[in-house]
């Protein structure tokens, strides 16, 4: 470090205020550390009267109930949201399987809200602990025995025992602090498209499953959904050009009746994408969420591998922080690799074998599946336990 440089002191600095990043900065600032935020776009304020964000994500009972005890899902609820108590998975009616908050007692599965919107009801409450820098992005890090720094675009220069970073799949801290990684982008990419819906705010949420790619539907509050259509790339780019109304006249020609006369608002496509990080810690610098694992969307439980990180990765540095430990010591980070690498590693390698399996019209390939899933519909403790595990509860 140089001398006479004005370097801000933190206990804990944090690259990326998304999801999983304003979590984790919520979760440490409430235990009494000093964080450091840095983030390029704040959430806008919340208009009750807006459309719906494109991007949608199924938020599982383990991830309500660690976002309820920040005080982040109340004023989520105060906005939008929407449960839902059923989850459907079929490729022809008669093999659906049908999953119900009843089999497990519990009055809901899960809710599908709002990206933005539970980013910003982190954001609502940061603590005077939280310092954000924003507009501002890291340029450089500098690690050394018993501290990182990073610098800014802003000129600051930021000091803390340990850096997180949060920043998504192509985190450019990852590639800062030397952590390789590797994947592959899949042959199909994904259309979302907010849709208007003929019926009353639904509780179901389902996933027909062909040989060209899942598609699925996810409610949304009121008379609107958010509908997922996974195809071939190429075929996505030729939707993703048309009007809504072109879309809308394509989409209830492919999907099943039971999606009703949609109207299509608005849509958006991406491509995907499975990545992983050879490491999940290098030196000060750990890895969080997408900069950790981007995993294929298939089941929505992208960003529930992020707050697993996000909650595992708070209690070890809260607890070593009381302990007047190092927070970010070699030992700790070690630990959060452990227990999260191989269960990231499990959901990655699960949604391929679903992608594989559900994406394939080779004959016995085809027989497999819909033996799987008959299978399943006729069994009441395999539902419940794939209910359980789809909640966030082992």
């Known amino acids: ?27 440490l600032s409430q235990a009494g550390l000093t964080v450091a935020l840095i983030e390029q776009r704040a959430p806008q304020r919340f208009e009750p009267d807006s459309a719906p964000d494109l991007r949608v ?25 929407c449960p839902y108590q059923r989850l459907q998975a079929f490729e022809h009616p008669t093999s659906m399987v049908s999953f119900d908050a009843l089999d497990i007692k519990r009055s809901h599965l899960g809710h599908i809200v709002e990206n933005n919107l539970l980013q910003l009801a982190l954001w609502q409450q940061f603590t005077r602990n939280v310092s954000v820098f924003c507009p501002a992005s890291v340029t450089a890090l500098s690690q050394h025995s018993d501290c990182a720094v990073l610098s800014l675009d802003s000129g600051e220069q930021l000091r ?69 259509w996974y195809d071939d790339a190429a075929k996505i780019k030729q939707l993703a050009a048309l009007s809504a109304k072109e879309l809308t006249e394509q989409m209830l020609t492919a999907f099943p009746p039971k999606l009703g006369a949609v109207e ?54 809260i ?14 980070l070690r630990t959060y690799q452990r227990k999260r ?29 819909q033996l799987a899933l008959t299978m399943a519909s006729r069994s009441s403790l395999l539902k419940t336990l794939v209910a359980r595990y789809a909640v966030g509860y082992e």
């Open 57 to 81: 994500s199924s938020i599982n009972l383990a991830s309500e109930a660690w976002l309820t005890r920040l005080g982040a899902w109340s004023a989520l609820a105060e906005m939008r949201l």
């Open 341 to 369: 690498k191989p269960a990231n590693l499990l959901m990655m390698t699960t949604m391929d074998g679903f992608y594989h399996l559900f994406g394939s019209d080779i004959g016995p390939i085809r027989k497999l599946r």
């Open 264 to 317: 299509v608002v608005s849509s958006s496509w991406f491509p995907l994408a499975r990545m992983d990080a050879n490491y999940y810690y290098a030196g000060r610098v750990v890895l969080a969420g997408d900069a950790a694992h981007a995993i294929n969307p298939l089941a929505g439980q992208g960003v529930n591998l992020g707050f697993a990180d996000a909650k595992l990765l708070s209690e070890l540095v």
């Open 160 to 228: 803390s025992t340990l850096v997180i970073a949060a920043d998504g799949a192509n985190s450019h801290l990852r590639r800062l602090a030397g952590i390789g990684s590797n994947g592959w982008q899949y042959q199909q990419a994904c259309l979302v498209a907010l849709v208007n819906t003929p019926y009353p705010q639904q509780d179901v949420t389902w996933q027909q499953f062909t040989s060209s790619g899942p598609k699925a539907f996810l409610p949304l509050s009121g008379q609107q959904g958010s509908v997922v």
């Open 319 to 332: 607890s070593a922080y009381k302990q007047q430990s190092d927070i970010g010591s070699a030992a700790l």
């Open 1 to 27: 470090m140089t001398k006479n440089t004005l370097i801000q002191p933190f206990d804990v600095s944090i690259v990326g205020g998304g999801m999983v990043g304003a979590a984790i900065a919520l979760s």
